[in-house]
C-alpha cells in the first residue's frame, strides 16, 4: 500500500489540510502541539476505523458540526479513496454514515452503509486476514510509536519474549492448552457417569412391562378418534371451496380497485420526482457556468504529468551533482591519508606540492559544481508555480465534465418520467370498479368465512386430541427404546469406559504436546529472524563492514567485530546502534507480514523516531534511513530538525490562532 493524499476537514486543529505524498521519505517537523501526530491518527483511523481505539470525541474539531477524513491509496497497482465522515449527535460525536464510503478509480464501491462492512471492505483491499486486530498487525508491519525502535533494544528478555510472542502469535497455543482442560474434565466425567449407570440395569426390565400396556391402551384410543376428524374434514373442506371460489371473484374486483390507487400514487411520484429534478438541472447549470469562468480566468497550461517529469529530472541531476561532489572528496582524503611518501598503487613519489595542487584543484570543481547545483535549484522552484496551475487547471476540467454528465443525465430522466406519466394517466382512464357488486360478494364471503370456521374449530379440536394422543405414543415407544437400549448397552459398559480411559490418556498427551510446541515455533522462528536481521543491518550499513550481527536464542541481537570478538549492542556508536534497532524493528515488521500471509509492507511510518536518541544517534538516523531499499515510502513525524537530511519531501505543520496548516518546504 502506498499513501497518495489525506486532507482533513474539521479534524482536531486542522481546520482544511490537504498533503500530497509519495514514494521516497516525507519529514514532518514543527512545534509541540503543532497537529503533526494528527496527520497520523488521521491515516490510522481512516484505514480502520473505530477498531483503531481512537475515540471519536478526540477527532472532530471542536465547535464543529461535521469532519471528514479523506485518504488516497495505491493497493497493487490500484487507486482507492477511503472518505469517513463524522458529525454531532446531541452531546455526542457519531460517525457519519451517509458521508462514509470507498472509491476505486473515482467510482463508488458497493458496500451497506454499516462501519463494519466499510471496515471489512477496506480489509479485503490490504489483503488483511479476518483472524488478527488489523490494528495490531498494522502498527507491527507499518507503524512505530514514540520510542518504539530503541525500546525493542533496551527491554528486558521477559518484556522482549513477550512482545515477539505476541507478533507470533503463539498465545492461541496456550488458549487451546486452557480449552483441552474442558475435554478432560468431560472426559473424566463421562467415565464416572459410565461406572455408575452399570447399577441401573435391575429397575429397568420392570419399567418396560408398564411401557408396553400404555403403548397398546394409546394405540386404541388413536383408532377410534381417526373416525370423528374424517367427518369433520369433509365439513371443512367444503366450505372451504366455495369460499375460495368466491374469494377469486371478490380478488378480481379489488385488484382493479387497488390498481387505481397504485395509479394515482405513481402519477403523484412522478409529478414530484420531475419538478425536483428540473431544479437540479438548473443548479448544474450554475455550477457549470462557473467552472468555465474559472477555467477562463487560468488560461492554457501546461500539461500536469510533463511538469512532474521535468521536476524529476532535476531533483536527480542535482543529486548526481552531489554524488559527483562527494566522489572527489573521498579520493582527495585518500592521497591525504597517505603524506608524503610513496603511492601504494603507482609506486610514484607523492609530493606535498602534489597535495597542494590537488587541494587547489578540488576546491574549484566544487565551486564549479556548486554553482550548477545552485542553477538547477533555481530551475526546480519556478517549476512549482506552474505545477499548482496545472493542477488547478486540470482539476477544474474534471468538475465541469462531471457536472455536465450529470447534467446531461437528468435531463434524460425528466424526458423519461414524463413520458411515464403520459403512459400512467392513459392508463387510469381504462380502469373502472363496479363498487355495488363489491359490496355485495363481500357479505356472502363473511358469512361463508363464518360456517368454514365453525368446522375448522371442530376439525382442529379432534385433530388436536390426535395429535396429544400421537405425542404419547411416541414418547412411549421412545422410552421403550432407550431403556431397551440402555440394558443392551450396559453389557458393553465395561469395555467402553475402558476406551474412554485410554482416549483420556492419550488426549492428556497431546495436551502436553501442544504446551511442547510453541518452542518449536520460536525455534524456527528464530533462525528466519537471524536471517532477515542480518540482510537488514546490511542493507542500512551499506558502506560500512566493521560489524557483522546476529540474535541470541532470547531474541537478543548482538554484534561482532571482523576478528569475530562479540561486541554487546551497548558498546556500538550511536550510529551503529540505530542501524541495529531500524534493522531489528524492519526485520519484525516483514516476519510479521509473512506469519499474516500478507506482502511486506511498502511504508514505514515513524512517529517522534528519536525519543530517547542523543544527539549522535539522532545525527545518524537520515543516512541509515537513506539505505533503506525495500520500502518505498516512508513517513516520519518529528520535532527534530536534523531529521529534514533525510527527506524527499519536508512538510512543515504549523500553528497559527488555534489553526493547523501544512506547508511544503523547498
Sequence with gaps: MILKQIRLENIRSHPASEIDLSRGISVFTGRTGCGKSTVLMAIEYALF???????????????????????????KGK????????????????????????????????????????????????DYPVDIKPKDLFETTSYTRQDEIRALLEMTAEKRQEHID????????????????????????????????????????????????????TETGLKNNDMGKALARHGYESASAQTAELENEIKGLLEKRRKIDQLNGVIANLSGDIKAHTIIIAAFGEKISELKSELSKIGSVEKFDAL??????????????????????????????LGAGKCPVCMQKVTSEHISSMNSEFGRMTKKVDAEIKVLEAEQQKLEPEMRKSKLHENLGEDLEKN?????????????????????????????????KLNKKEKELGELKSKEREWFSKLRAIETTSQNLAEQLEYFRNEFSEKKALIDALEKEKSSAQKLENALETIMRLREDIRNIREVIRRNFLEDFRQEFQRKFEEIRRYEEEYSVDIKQDYEPIAYALNGEEVPITNLSGGEKTSVALAYRL???????????????????????????????????????????????????THEEELKNAADYKYEIVKESGESKVRLLS
Design 308 to 337: 512532474q517529469m521535468k521536476q524529476v529530472s532535476i531533483l536527480k541531476e542535482i543529486e548526481l551533482k552531489h554524488k559527483e561532489i562527494e566522489k572527489t572528496r573521498k579520493e582527495f582524503e585518500n592521497i591525504l591519508k
Design 404 to 436: 455536465t454528465d450529470k447534467r446531461d443525465e437528468k435531463i434524460a430522466v425528466v424526458s423519461q418520467k414524463e413520458s411515464e406519466l403520459k403512459q400512467k394517466q392513459h392508463e387510469l382512464k381504462t380502469i373502472d370498479v363496479d363498487e355495488a
Design 49 to 75: 476505523g473505530s477498531e483503531c481505539g481512537i475515540p471519536m470525541n478526540a477527532i472532530l474539531r471542536r465547535s464543529s458540526q461535521s469532519g471528514k477524513i479523506v485518504l488516497e491509496f495505491e493497493e
Design 166 to 217: 505476541k507478533i507470533l502469535q503463539l498465545s492461541k497455543y496456550k488458549d487451546t492448552w486452557d480449552n483441552m482442560k474442558d475435554v478432560v474434565s468431560f472426559f473424566t466425567s463421562e467415565i464416572a457417569e459410565k461406572k455408575g449407570r452399570l447399577e441401573q440395569l435391575r429397575n429397568l426390565q420392570a419399567e418396560i412391562l408398564k411401557l408396553e400396556k400404555k403403548i397398546i391402551e
Design 79 to 126: 487507486d482507492y479513496t477511503i472518505i469517513r465522515g463524522l458529525k454531532r449527535s446531541g452531546k455526542n460525536i457519531v460517525g457519519d454514515a451517509t458521508s462514509t464510503k470507498i472509491l476505486h478509480n473515482g467510482s463508488e464501491l458497493s458496500v451497506l452503509e454499516r462501519a463494519t462492512d466499510i471496515n471489512q471492505k477496506i480489509l479485503e483491499i490490504i
Design 587 to 637: 526485520s519484525l515488521a516483514d516476519l510479521a507480514a509473512q506469519m499474516s500471509s500478507i506482502n511486506p509492507s511498502e511504508i514505514l511510518i515513524l512517529d517522534e523516531p528519536t525519543t530517547g536518541f542523543d544527539q549522535e544517534d539522532i545525527k545518524s538516523l537520515p543516512p541509515a534511513l537513506r539505505n533503506i531499499r525495500t520500502i518505498p515510502q516512508i513517513i516520519i513525524v
